[in-house]
């Protein structure tokens, strides 16, 4: 099995781009979104308006409430006759645009204009062509809207994760911690632990590799793999409300624009996750303006990287516009603090976007991802019996492993406003994965000393996966005296199938863990075993958020899941009717008190000695805390605390890896304070510290005792500080992280080291230019950064990475 059959290095940073004709079949219906004219302008605009970029969100509606959310949006004060609106519509408005870039298009075709009557004041008329005699006089209605951080900053305005509609962050009755698209520029983000790292509650686990990334949200653990061979993993990684459509995803930073971790039990929203919590990514759409990009990225660990990202109107074809995403990346892993090439990460991603909307606010987005990931399952390093780690190490994977994925995914959205008022909505997603892959590798139950031999485990295998889930929604507002509320009546469905077929050999006492060497060991015959298992979930649900007067919000969600599971011959059921309520008083700036408490339920597949299914999992969170905005809004604060349960968390049976068995129930009581936005006018800041008492409150093997890799104490703080000058845009950030008392295993045999770090990062932007430098763990320390128990993944060593991008 030489390496040269098995290795495939060398992934083009050229695609080609030749095909977007899906939007041919979409030409039947007639429609454009042409941008309006730019309306004279009697007083300038101030420099944030024609500069400052936000993210805008706002659905097909009615103008009257478009423009509401608009204003508050933009932080600009509009001024019009309700009644000259009354009856006109919106198209949607998606996409990073300055203030006057949106509204140029938010009032595309409906005959209004506008003119600048003050720096941050625009007056809305209507339109009259021929002659200056058509400005129409308005009985002036002022509405003032709340100003976004502003470009530097780390703050974001609003999320959508926990609401299922864009919610100003301080009306929500929930934690929600937001990584915008200047945000994830700044720092930099590669990978879902650089997400983490800067957020409180969070923590790498028990896996940091290419292959399956664990993480704990706090302190439950979650991954972004579904399944495993036993199915047991609770995945809680979503892309725009959907699972992955891929068992094995590698979530590429190029393709998405904005992730949010949203705190707690969240089934009402999702359907079956971990209680701990979710993180939610927002991919990038096709937007109605020329706009593209191209990037290169070189680093420690031979990162080779490049992307380009091209988007806009199709010539030709109203209502049309494209996106096409592809990026190329040769690196090594550093989960053993060495540079060792028998554990790369390579990947190619090609993603094609087609979007069609008309006047009506008719919307249709058309996606296909396909991607080809080559990469490698490393173990780590080793703890010893004498309590010292393996810092540093020799590779513990042969030169002949290999793990090739292989992703089809298609995604498809219609939404079609029905009045001013209600909209509804169709989505769906189809995956296919295919892993062939050899694993061949050290491997041990108990910690070796540095002089004993230790076991080689040689695995090949061939795994298919297949995922369909779809969604149908009606969403409306209403208002009913001084209550405003919007409610969404929603059905879903999911189906999930997994079949894998192996082979396996081990060969005792043949590793020296300080020199291993892995001799050829030839064919390993056909495959002697398989596992299959499937899920099939459906759920109805309906969810409610309502304004009550200007001070009290309201959530409100309930939802019937009905989830059957099979595996191998075995297999399970569940109905649950699951439950969240929140509310928050906006009392004024500082004081925002918050309340909610939900419920979850996780399915999980898998056989236990007895020969049983394992039994599902369910939740509760219980979440008081205080929302605040400082310094003219320009910086948020959130502090609470909460308690959260889990029952009948599964573990793989170590005396039997094909089987499963029951870890027990867990319950973690914590604290929270997050701090994010702009301190001075060039100063940024984000961070925060999190305490977690977690333990086995019901278990055989664990009662009492604390889950692996769950940090008590954790702070981080990224302080950015940018200055404009005539030579372009300069920024520096200072990031700082430490991370104190966990334990190894959930057996509590020991303890890993505490650890702190600190990343630097230097940024210059110049006329769609921008060069990024980012040094992560500045003072080299050695550090673990999550335990499987006997293997671990050091974290990254010293490393520099440098991104050069253009944008035109």
Known sequence: ????????????????????????????????????????????????????????????????????????????????????????????????????????????????????????????????????????????????????????????????????????????????????????????????????????????????????????????????????????????????GHRPASRHYHYDRSLFERVEVLKGTSSVLYGAASPGGIVSYSSKKPLYEHRNAASASIGSFDTRRGSVDLTGPIGGLNGVAYRLIATAQESNQALTGKNHSSSHDDRLIVKPQVSWQNDAGTRVDLAYEYSRQDSVADPGILRFNDGSFGFRGPSLVSDDSFTKHTNHIATASISHPLTDQWSVSVDGSYGKNHIDALWDSANTRTAPSRTALIDRDIIRFETDFEHIEGRAKLQGEYQIGSVRNTMTIGVSQRRESYDSKRVQRTIRGSIDPLDPVFAPVGDLGPYTGTVEWTINERAVYLQSFARVGSKLKLFGGLRYTDVRTEFNDSGGSDKALDYSLGAIFNQNHWFNPFISYSTSLTPQVGTLESGAPVPFSEGTQFEIGVKSQWLGEAVASTVSIFQITQTNRVETDPNDRSLSRIAGDQEVRGAELEIVGRITGNLSFIGGYSYLDAEFTESVQYKGNTPANVPKHKASAMLNYSIETNFGTWDAGLGYIYVRNRQGDNENSYILPDYHRIDLSVGWQYRGVELRLRAENILDKDYVSGSSGVFLNQGLPRSFFLTAKATF
């Open 1 to 240: 099995m030489g390496a040269s059959t098995v290795r495939r290095r060398g992934a083009k940073a050229v695609v080609r781009l030749g095909w977007i004709a899906a939007g041919a079949a979409l030409c039947a219906v007639q429609g454009v979104v042409a941008p309006a004219s730019v309306a004279a302008q009697e007083a300038g605009p101030s420099p944030s308006i024609t500069r400052r970029a936000i993210e805008f969100d706002i659905a097909a509606q009615g103008l009257n409430s478009a423009l509401l959310s608009f204003a508050e949006r933009a932080g600009i004060q509009l001024i019009y006759d309700v009644a000259m609106v009354r009856g006109l519509r919106s198209a949607r408005l998606r996409g990073t645009f300055t203030p006057q870039e949106g509204l140029d298009r938010l009032l595309a075709g409906t005959g209004m204009t506008y003119r600048f009557s003050g720096p941050n004041t625009v007056t809305l008329r209507v339109a009259v062509t021929g002659g200056s005699a058509g400005v129409v006089a308005l009985a002036p209605v002022t509405v003032a809207g709340r100003a976004e951080t502003g470009t530097g900053s780390f703050g974001a305005y609003e999320a959508g994760s926990a609401t299922n509609i864009p919610v100003p962050l301080i009306e929500t009755p929930a934690t929600v911690n937001v990584m915008s698209a200047e945000t994830l520029e700044r720092l930099n983000v590669q990978r879902l632990d650089d997400i983490l790292q800067y957020i409180p509650g969070t923590a790498p686990g028990a896996s940091g590799s290419s292959m399956t990334n664990t993480f704990t949200i706090r302190g439950f653990e979650s991954s972004t793999t579904r399944g495993g061979s036993l199915g047991s993993r609770a995945n809680s990684v979503y892309i725009d």
